[in-house]
């Protein structure tokens, strides 16, 4: 089955910088899928910070646009999540998802374990 495993998260000060990485093994065709970080904080929904279809471009979240850039490497399967300017609201536990669409019009069909970031003032 497929499996996703999200790497990078750690601790922060505000306005720095952070990569995440989700790694996706049992995927065939890593690309023909919508893949998509989400996050969630503390008695909040999880909410979507950035997705990407198989046809660009990607979308954001209105509170990380400018900050946060998504993106994929086809070879190995991996997708990405640079997050700049950290600001102590992005802090949460972050998720890469994999949806069965290709365009993003459904719900995620697989999510990953999850990354903390914490962002401190």
């Known amino acids: 089955q497929v499996q996703l495993a999200e790497s990078g998260g750690g601790l922060v000060q505000t306005g720095g910088s952070l990569r995440l990485t989700c790694t996706a093994t049992?995927?065939?065709?890593?690309?023909?899928?919508?893949m998509a970080w989400f996050r969630q904080a503390p008695g909040e929904e999880r909410e979507m910070v950035a997705s990407?279809?198989?046809?660009?471009?990607?979308t954001y979240a209105s509170s990380v646009k400018g900050r946060f850039t998504i993106s994929r490497e086809i070879v190995y399967f991996n997708l990405f999540l640079q997050m700049d300017n950290l600001k102590p609201e992005d802090s949460g536990i972050y998720y890469c998802?994999?949806?069965?669409?290709?365009?993003?019009?459904?719900?995620?069909?697989?999510w990953g374990q999850g990354t903390q970031v914490t962002v401190s003032s």
């Open positions: 049992g995927v065939v065709v890593f690309s023909a899928k919508c």
């Open positions: 990407l279809g198989t046809e660009g471009p990607a």
């Open positions: 998802a994999r949806y069965s669409d290709s365009a993003c019009n459904s719900s995620p069909t697989y």
